[in-house]
């Protein structure tokens, strides 16, 4: 039973088009999160809601729009993909902190390796 | 925002040998966690240890946040330990908000 599920793993595409990565975790979390990993494995977060609430948008081009339908799922759509673009994007979760006992880890998908053409 | 730097930044061994990487951050922090991403692109969940210390088979961490670093362990290395392991930090007053990741160790184990 995955926890942080992305679809699709792969994704091969051509300058121009507009494509979506599809994100859902199981885990009851409050919070959801897209990284994206460079070719030299620097992971740095784009966006990050809680609650369906945009909390933070990093200096990301306006092509890239995450959508939150409901706290178990955060989708990234890309308009008007370019070369640069082409990377592996993770989507993660984690439940906020509050009181003593709280539990923050964070868990990742698998990644969607995206190619731009 | 806060920095994290991991070191070494690249590690090779024979397997069997045990080696210590370390992660620095420059702020206090609510969450650290270690991750080792495999050769698959994974990213797998090693250790949550904001504090203190914790250990797992031939893995282990420890954590002091007075003195804003973390270290992990790794005993016995197999050839199944190699990739990357990455250290990732949420500041504090920043519940929810983004763990910020260290640029990660290289590590290569040698049959």
């Known amino acids: 039973d995955t926890a942080v599920s992305q679809t699709p793993k792969y994704l091969v595409t051509q300058m121009g088009n507009d494509k979506s990565i599809k994100c859902e975790q199981n885990?009851?979390?409050?919070?959801m999160y897209w990284y994206k990993q460079d070719s030299k494995k620097f992971l740095k977060i784009m966006f990050s809601?809680?609650?369906?609430?945009?909390?933070i948008n990093e200096t990301v081009p306006n092509r890239f729009s995450p959508k939150s339908p409901d706290k178990a799922h955060l989708n990234l759509h890309i308009n008007s993909l370019e070369l640069g673009d082409s990377a592996v994007y993770f989507c993660?979760?984690?439940?906020?902190?509050?009181?003593?006992?709280?539990?923050?880890?964070?868990?990742f998908g698998q990644g969607t390796r995206l190619t731009v053409v | 925002g806060i920095q994290v730097e991991q070191s070494p930044p690249d590690l090779i061994l024979q397997e069997g040998a045990n080696s210590t990487l370390r992660c620095n951050f420059s702020?206090?922090?609510?969450?650290l966690q270690w991750f080792h991403q495999n050769p698959w692109g994974q990213l797998i969940n090693l250790f949550y240890?904001?504090?203190g210390t914790k250990q797992n088979g031939r893995l282990s961490a420890t954590t002091v946040a007075t003195e804003r670093y973390s270290s992990l362990y790794i005993s016995s290395s197999q050839t199944t330990d190699s990739g990357v392991y990455f250290c990732?930090?949420?500041?504090?007053?920043?519940?929810?908000?983004?763990?910020?990741f260290g640029p990660g160790t290289r590590l290569s184990v040698l049959p």
């Open positions: 993660a979760s984690s439940q906020t902190g509050t009181g003593f006992f709280r539990n923050t880890e964070a868990f």
């Open positions: 702020d206090s922090v609510n969450n």
């Open positions: 885990l009851g979390h409050d919070t």
């Open positions: 990732a930090v949420e500041a504090v007053g920043n519940y929810g908000q983004n763990f910020v």
């Open positions: 240890i904001p504090s």
């Open positions: 809601y809680n609650n369906k609430e945009l909390i």
